[in-house]
């Protein structure tokens, strides 16, 4: 699912490269199409955000 959805990536801490889920929210529309996609997100103000998204479906 982390591939296909395109989150599996190569990240780097400290100078060292690895393989990691880059945290990020997919809104999914009642039809099943993703609807919006927040990518690299913040913690602060995202819930918010994401929320006000969802509202205007």
Known sequence: MAIAYGVWR??????????GVVRSTFL???DGRIARIWDKVKV??????????????
């Open 44 to 57: 602060a103000g995202h819930a918010e955000a994401v929320l006000a998204a969802a509202k205007e479906l």
């Open 28 to 30: 999914i529309a009642a």
């Open 10 to 19: 190569e990240k780097s801490m400290y100078g060292r490269t690895y393989m």
